[in-house]
């Protein structure tokens, strides 16, 4: 069964301070991960994929198959990226996305 | 264009009700997706609907729940004979063709409290 794990369930760091939430998954096979933001009072959305391997918003992830984690970073915080974060994972081939239970991130002015 | 609107917005209904929620999915999207998200928990799958293929019902958690699309658009999520543990945030996403490496958009939910 696949599963992704969000050790955080809030994460409070300083504007400026670099930002790490983390995200760990179970999946036998090759997943496809996502990060998902959901802002105050807004809906949820895509944030990145690791597969496009872009930076949204200056948030970068990077898929670690061995520590089988998808880490989601930002250098610099702002206060804007106040919002709750979800990781997801799918399958190969699989259009259903399991979510972890998400990590809200407060960043302090 | 607007996005996936979902009603109602809230809904508070008596234990042993049966209850309809509706979802409007982007003009065009062949693939709608339902999900619940319980208190604390993340989102949890429920039905996924692509084209005129039958929908997988594997994310249902039991025979009370029950969704249809008609006409390849709106969507209708029914729970019958509610109970206090469906008591959730009910959200639709839509894609335009279905399949992973399409991004998923996502409705404002409906909260659900059974009392």
């Known amino acids: 069964a696949q599963r992704v794990t969000q050790p955080e369930k809030l994460l409070s760091v300083f504007k400026g301070a670099p930002v790490e939430l983390k995200c760990n998954y179970s999946?036998?096979?090759?997943?496809?991960l996502f990060w998902y933001v959901q802002y105050s009072r807004q809906r949820l959305q895509l944030l990145l994929r690791?597969?496009s391997r872009e930076s949204i918003k200056g948030f970068t992830a990077d898929l670690n198959k061995g520590e089988t984690s998808f880490h989601l970073k930002k250098p610099f915080a702002q206060e804007e990226d106040s919002a709750m974060y979800y990781c997801?994972?799918?399958?190969?081939?699989?259009?259903?996305?399991?979510f972890g239970k998400g990590t809200k991130l407060s960043v302090i002015p | 264009g607007a996005g996936v609107s979902q009603s109602p917005s809230n809904k508070v209904t008596e234990k042993g009700k049966d209850v309809e929620l509706r979802c409007d999915p982007i003009s065009g999207h062949t693939a709608l997706y339902w999900y619940r998200q319980s208190l604390g928990q993340g989102l949890e799958f429920l039905i996924y609907f692509q084209g005129n293929s039958a929908p997988d019902k594997s994310g249902l958690p039991s025979d009370r729940f029950s969704a249809e699309r008609t006409g390849g658009s709106v969507s209708t999520l029914t729970i019958q004979r509610t109970q206090q543990e469906d008591s959730a945030v009910y959200l639709c996403?839509?894609?335009?063709?279905?399949?992973?490496?399409?991004?998923?958009?996502f409705g404002p939910g409906t909260r659900l409290l059974v009392l």
């Open positions: 997801a994972l799918a399958g190969a081939g699989s259009y259903q996305l399991t």
């Open positions: 690791h597969i």
């Open positions: 996403a839509s894609s335009l063709f279905g399949g992973i490496q399409e991004t998923q958009y």
């Open positions: 999946y036998s096979g090759s997943p496809e």
